[in-house]
């Protein structure tokens, strides 16, 4: 369904009314295009000061390798970690012009005072960001830092980039990147996406990078040579996964129930894919699903994506509307990753990617089941990194938890209920399917290995739960 109000006001009578009504203005995303530059403007880093200057030249190893224009402040403590990999960094003082990206090393920052550095970086150029642009803060783990006044300094920063994710508006986004100590090769694949047009409405999220085998790629093709499945491909998001991950370079096996074989069989011809037809809860689903891996050598990706809704409240749900979703939504991903660990069909350094809910995270009237489930997705997800960082065979699970997307089922909603939705995020608008698809490609790509047991909210920065 289309967004009829937000149409409305990128135009210049529905500007003026919604301005002087006061009512909120969406723009127009920036989503991507083949062809296009991963970074489609210039780029402004900036650092606390400090000896460390080690996420500084990571971010420069990433700057350099994407050809972006830089620029820096004068007196930036971390100039010469651009210099030293070959940009031509230039003077921020010296440029009127907007930014499409902001880039702050806040490692250094161990102590409450040290947050001013966050202040006079962006302070100045708060109003000189492109529209679509991109903010991104990169500092260290709370968790792991020795230190309680680096712990508290480093946790502030989570307070700090979703309040500008609030704040800038005109499709801006906000992230922080938590890197581990000696993760820093590892930032690439996250630090090119966030700044990309693929993150569209993704934004006020924390993304840490750890330990991994963070393998080299052909951007324009990450997935090249790689086999991939997704679980109910025929339509909505699963079917933009599909396209997504074939446009990167995958075979995709696409799966879905036999009810929806005529639309699988269409989203795989179309995508140069293979068909499976499954339900996902039968006690054979993961030998079935092996079975169809070994005909490609095995999995390098699964995406576990086919889910379902029976809202009603807890007093009006019968048992079986609670099991069905319980048994589609979160079990069935359980026992398929059990039966490929156990016989070793997924390769090595392959993708696991969960698709979890907002209202996993905040809850949902009526939504009980749904919510009960997706919020088990999480914990699977956690539970299941853990054990992967001991196998050291490069294998890592993520999941995506979408908010408000444009899809059939959303379109059913009731009117006042979808608008709510619709406008109550960052981005005062809903997201595509396709925003959940390019976070999934991000975690499926073999550069990814250092993002493990994340779980990522594609909701444009929804209130909900935040």
Same mark, same amino acid.
């Given at each position: ?9 990128? /135009? ?43 996420? &500084? ?34 003077? &921020? ?5 907007? =930014? ?41 783990? @709370? ?9 508290? +300094? ?5 307070? %700090? ?12 986004? +906000?992230?922080?990147? =938590?890197?581990? *100590? ?13 700044? &990309? ?22 951007? /324009?093709? @990450?997935? +090249? ?57 039968? +006690? ?6 092996? *079975? ?15 889910? #379902? ?93 979408? !908010? %408000? ?45 250092? #993002? ?7 909701? !444009? ?6």
């Amino acid at each position: 369904m289309s967004d009829r109000y937000g149409t409305f006001v990128q /135009s210049g009578l529905g500007k003026q009314v919604a301005k002087n009504l006061g009512l909120p203005i969406p723009v127009t995303l920036e989503r991507f295009e083949a062809g296009e530059k991963v970074v489609r403007g210039s780029v402004l880093f900036g650092a606390a000061p400090g000896d460390d200057a080690r996420l &500084s030249t990571a971010v420069a190893e990433v700057l350099q390798a994407l050809h972006t224009e830089v620029f820096v402040a004068n007196d930036d403590a971390h100039k010469d970690a651009l210099t030293s990999v070959g940009i031509e960094v230039k003077n &921020s003082g010296d440029n009127k012009d907007k =930014y499409k990206v902001l880039v702050f090393d806040a490692s250094n920052i161990a102590h409450a005072p040290d947050l001013k550095a966050l202040y006079d970086f962006f302070h100045p150029v708060a109003r000189q960001v492109e529209q679509s642009g991109r903010v991104i803060v990169i500092g260290r783990p @709370p968790e792991e830092c020795e230190t309680i006044g680096s712990t508290l +300094a480093q946790r502030a920063l989570e307070g %700090f980039v979703k309040s500008v994710g609030k704040e800038f508006k005109k499709g801006i986004t +906000a992230q922080l990147v =938590y890197v581990s *100590e000696g993760a820093e090769s590892n930032l690439a694949s996250t630090l090119s996406f966030l700044m &990309s047009a693929r993150s569209a409405y993704v934004s006020g999220q924390v993304v840490r990078v750890g330990a991994g085998n963070a393998l080299q790629v052909d951007w /324009s093709k @990450p997935l +090249a040579g790689k086999t991939a499945l997704v679980t109910g491909a025929s339509r909505g998001i699963g079917e933009a996964i599909a396209r997504v991950l074939a446009r990167d370079g995958a075979h995709v096996i696409c799966l879905d129930i036999a009810p929806q074989q005529a639309d699988l069989q269409r989203v795989a011809g179309e995508i140069g894919g293979s068909t499976l037809t499954l339900d996902i809860t039968a +006690a054979d689903a993961g030998e079935k699903i092996a *079975e169809a891996a070994a005909k490609r050598g095995g999995l390098d990706a699964i995406v576990h994506n086919a889910g #379902v809704t029976r809202d009603k409240t807890l007093a009006n749900m019968d048992e079986k509307q609670w099991d069905m979703v319980v048994d589609i939504n979160l079990q069935s991903n359980a026992m398929i990753n059990d039966y490929l660990f156990d016989h070793e069909v997924l390769n090595d350094n392959a993708r696991i990617i969960c698709v979890s809910s907002l209202s996993g995270i905040a809850g949902n009237l009526g939504q009980t089941n749904y919510a009960t489930s997706k919020a088990g997705v999480i914990g699977l997800v956690s539970a299941t990194a853990k054990k992967l960082k001991a196998d050291n065979k490069g294998i890592t699970i993520n999941a995506v938890a979408p !908010g %408000f997307i444009e899809t059939q089922m959303t379109a059913a909603i009731p009117f006042a209920i979808r608008e709510a939705g619709r406008r109550m995020n960052s981005m005062s608008q809903g997201g595509l399917p396709v925003d959940v698809a390019e976070t999934i490609a991000w975690f499926a790509s073999p550069a990814s290995g250092g #993002v493990n047991g994340n779980t990522i909210r594609v909701c !444009g920065q929804s209130l909900l739960g935040a």
